[in-house]
């Protein structure tokens, strides 16, 4: 019934929004959830909720899952090693169990 | 002696003003840890109904404007704008505790003007009777674009300079990046459609009365937002609280000195020269830090938004009450 | 020629009312990128504001109506919504391209009201001065309700016909669900308190006043939503834009034939006319998508919300004007 | 009899009242289902707008008031606060199905005072004409914070003799936390503000005439929120259902005498009589209950929560046209 | 201290809310989070924040866990067969290690 | 390339956040990141959306990647077991692959 399939989390600020969906999009990957947040990390607290002053700054959480594990680590490689060295982001990747696989088949 | 006589009840008068009152009242709540929240989808409908409005009155100005008169304020912008960048790149930036990137951002946003100091000042020239011409606070765009692209320039060449791969962004994508952001946004559409469209009607039954209103609850976060910032402040250099303490009068100074100049040269009212006085004073605080993360990814945004938002715009709010006074002397009624 | 010389400038006198100002401003934003952002906490109420006070304006209007003469203009609103979805089954539903169950919803989109147009027509009948009587916006639901209803039922019959298995959704449910919707939630209640309390004095210290200015937002809300749709709506098939650039017109011209029908009978107001009209030239933005949604879930929303949103919605308001120039040919004053 | 009879017309006129109007109408469409939704960003601004606008108002009034004049109904009210939650100590909690905890928390919040029945309390007395001083509203926190605290301190005194481990709570720390919660904040910054500052211009222009009309949507809200907690009501012990239907009468006409007493003693105003009342007999819905959670967290919040936003606050609300019935017959003009 | 369990991810539009917690509710499921977000799919992008006209398409995760994975999987098997043919949404597994146990236990 | 680690979910309302962030700070943890949401669970239903009269109760999740999985494992066993018995809240624990690892790394 259930497949195994990689899921990609990507935190960063609000402002590197176009850098994922850019690097998803050329990567084939269709389909990716995001959530708004805030959080805590090497540079300085972001916080969640109340009036922000600079909205750019607030933390988004991307979750993306995708049948093929290597494609998820070279986007996460890419990401990493060209945006984040100066900028507030972490990434993880976790296996997890989907239904429908084709779902998550790219292309 | 004298003049410090004549400013000093003044400016204790203006301190009652609610517009500087409810920032103070913010501060305080802040300092006492109060859980009062603004939410921030009220946050930034307030600030672009403020922005609208601003625009709306100045574009609806404008139809009637000669276009001549504007053209030297226009100018004498710009040159504010990257001039206080320049200086604080040969000032601030030269401080042994300084990291170069910090610095010149943190000289960017202090050349590049706060929405809501303008905003601020416009509410106490009117309650003071001190007329401007309405077309004045259109000058934001002039002095805030030339301040943050003077400044990425300069980390640009800085980055060069150091031998370290820069990724050279290009003058039309800073501006129309800049552009883009949300503040001049808003403020552009207001101008065109103060300019092209009859808003007339909506701006006197709307935009023109909530105006005071919002503008007092906008102080309500930016007081607020300054105490909670300070922390983050005191992680960095000391040297940035005191430049965000000192910069404003400078550039303040310089603004009403180059605003002068305009008065005598073509006629400039002393409400426009307040105005100008003020935007140099300000220091971006909605639409600066984004770009500059953008563009200054290696600048710690503790420093900068910290030296702004903390010390640079509430020192610039506090200080309307001197440009003030000053022109009551420099421009007698 | 001599119509369209007439039409022609006032059109473009029309263009530049705040109202449709703000409508095209959102769009340039969008389309030049703009970061702007009007918060959805922001949105949601102002639409609730908005229908609140049409709501309350009609409430307190039918307090001292004759009932008889609401009977017909509900009458023919009704058949408007309705005939709207089944000219819609019998032109857009047979093209080649269009898949049955799209060309429905899209159809039922189209008979249904939106309640932002509506809001717009009415601030612009003032500003022209047309009267229309103080009931007629709340015939939004009985022109919006029997629209989806139709297409819903008209949806399910098709499933049956071709064998699909279906299940039989119930008339009462439907207009259940479509009354519970949020906007017709809020219309409904300002109705009733405007019929059975006295809510005067906060209609005309709140609701009235902030009508104009709060419907300027969201006119710029509707412009950029309606271009940021636009690529969704390049995703299907083109005559799905052909129809929701055609259709406003076609149903507005119907709506203003039988609004005149009503006029000689009943007397019904010219500016009852041009709201019958532009209610029928509207497609529903707000409720209709997600009864539809449930109901139809076989339908592509890429396709009935594109077409409604980015097309449908900028055409009925945009063609407010014409029916004001028509109105002034058939109505001399 | 004849009380009755004169009590239920004006009662039934009163419903009318867009105040209460609305707060049935939320109730009616939480009743049938509907989906709208007042987002919750929307709604903290505008209890912080009427909060703000109580305060500033009141301050405004102080400035110009006879301190003495004050002092006996502060301390009424720090009475009333207090001994409603002593009342309910020895009623609510001695019940066999109570937990001791939740009676003392539910104690706490009627003993505390609603903002927002106080704000409806306000319009009312205002469209009835029934002046009042326009510091009453600051006396809110002096019966506010004498119940919260009342109720932890007998809640701990409850553990310590139960021989459970509590971690004491200070006096001092417990007045400080409730002065730090929102609704607090906003009254006292406003307060402070219309004290010290010359906030007149903006009240007038804004605070003041938003006043009403935002009343009415949050009304609203508490009426949706009313009927939407009802259900979790259901799953505690129905004396708390009982409790919240009794108690605001019983503490109303408390309210009333004591304010009765500071009128023949200090010529305290007929409306200033009814405010206490009406204070009294509401129950705390924003500020109380993050309050009592943090102090005494083994009570259940279903219990206290549901007890006063279900049935306190709206029973409190539809009651204020008791007490204004009371007043007429008490203060004959 | 800590003891296996199955996380359940429901990620859906708005306007299958109701259906959702009717399904948790058949399966005797006290307890689930929910996280209001945006995403990418087959059906098009679904914005996170700023107004969006129609809410109900707004994009919500629900996380699920329970002791019981047969049960978590039924549950998805339903919405998938039942509700996901035609409308947005994925669903995915994974297994988690919980504290306190007896709080994921229904009934 | 990748590392494990450990991610731990914390899910209360928002009036335990000093109490959450008190123990990370405590345990040395620098990075985390919270979501708004909702959920329900033996304390009934916490609303996601919409005009919430008491904001305190509203729900979040806090996601904590650590290297040092016993870390993790004593914070939540505090905080359960401090602060857990009377108010609502779940934790769970799952094992994650990381991409630079000495973000994750405390002290
Ligand atoms: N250890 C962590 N666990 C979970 N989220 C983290 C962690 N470290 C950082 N984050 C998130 O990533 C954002 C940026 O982190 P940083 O690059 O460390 O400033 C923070 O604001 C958090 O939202
Ligand atoms: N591969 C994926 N990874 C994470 N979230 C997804 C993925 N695909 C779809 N989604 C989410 O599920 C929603 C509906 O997907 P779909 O059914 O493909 O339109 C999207 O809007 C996303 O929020
Ligand atoms: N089984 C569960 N799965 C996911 N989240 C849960 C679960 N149980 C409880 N929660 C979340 O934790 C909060 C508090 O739960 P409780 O302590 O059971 O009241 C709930 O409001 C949910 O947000
Ligand atoms: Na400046
Ligand atoms: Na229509
Ligand atoms: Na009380």
Not at chain 1, 46 to 74: L, T
Not at chain 2, 51 to 77: D, H, M, N, V, Y
Not at chain 2, 303 to 310: D, P
Request: charged share 15%; net charge neutral; hydrophobic share 55%.
């Amino acid at each position: 019934m259930t497949q195994p399939a990689t899921k990609l989390t990507i935190v960063v600020e609000r402002l590197l929004e176009p850098v994922v969906e850019r690097l998803l999009e050329a990567a084939q990957i269709k389909g990716y959830s995001v959530f708004p947040g805030g959080g805590r990390g090497s540079h300085g607290t972001h916080h969640a909720y109340s009036a922000q002053v600079v909205r750019e700054f607030a933390i988004v959480k991307y979750e993306i899952v995708v049948a093929d594990r290597a494609k998820a680590e070279r986007v996460a490689d890419t990401l990493i090693s060209q945006h984040l060295t100066h900028q507030p982001g972490i990434v993880w990747l976790e296996t997890v169990d989907v239904l429908r696989a084709w779902k998550f088949a790219s292309s | 002696m004298d003049l410090l006589a004549d400013l000093l009840p003044a400016f204790l008068r203006q301190l009652q003003q609610p517009t500087l009152a409810f920032l103070l009242g913010g501060m305080l709540l802040a300092a006492l840890g109060s859980r009062l929240e603004i939410p921030d989808a009220v946050y930034k409908f307030i600030v672009i109904v403020l922005l609208l409005k601003i625009g709306l009155g100045a574009g609806i100005a404008i139809r009637e404007a000669e276009l001549a008169t504007l053209l030297l304020p226009a100018f004498l912008s710009a040159v504010l704008g990257a001039g206080i960048v320049l200086i604080g790149r040969i000032t601030l930036v030269r401080l042994p505790s300084v990291k170069a990137e910090d610095g010149m951002a943190t000289a960017g946003l202090f050349g590049a003007v706060s929405a809501s100091t303008l905003a601020a000042a416009m509410v106490m020239l009117e309650q003071d009777g001190l007329a401007f011409e309405a077309w004045v606070p259109a000058l934001y765009p002039f002095m805030d674009i030339p301040a943050l692209v003077t400044a990425i320039v300069l980390a640009q060449w800085h980055r060069q300079r150091t031998g370290a791969a820069a990724d050279r962004l290009r003058l039309g994508t800073i501006i129309a990046e800049s552009l883009r952001g949300s503040a001049l946004s808003a403020l552009a559409l207001g101008l065109v459609l103060g300019l092209v469209a009859r808003p007339d009607a909506v701006f006197a039954s709307f935009y023109e009365p909530l105006f005071r209103g919002l503008l007092s609850i906008l102080m309500l976060v930016m007081g607020m937002e300054a105490y909670a910032r300070l922390a983050e402040l005191r992680r960095v250099a000391h040297v940035f609280a005191a430049y965000a303490l000192i910069a404003p009068f400078v550039h303040g100074l310089l603004g009403f000195g180059l605003g002068y100049v305009a008065h005598v040269l073509t006629g400039f009212s002393p409400g426009g020269v307040v105005l100008l006085a003020i935007m140099a004073a300000s220091s971006s605080d909605i639409s600066g830090p984004p770009t500059l993360r953008a563009a200054i990814p290696m600048a710690n945004p503790a420093a900068y938004v910290g030296a702004s938002t903390s010390v640079g715009t509430p020192v610039a709010l506090l200080s309307i009450p001197l440009y003030l006074a000053l022109a009551e002397l420099v421009f007698p009624r």
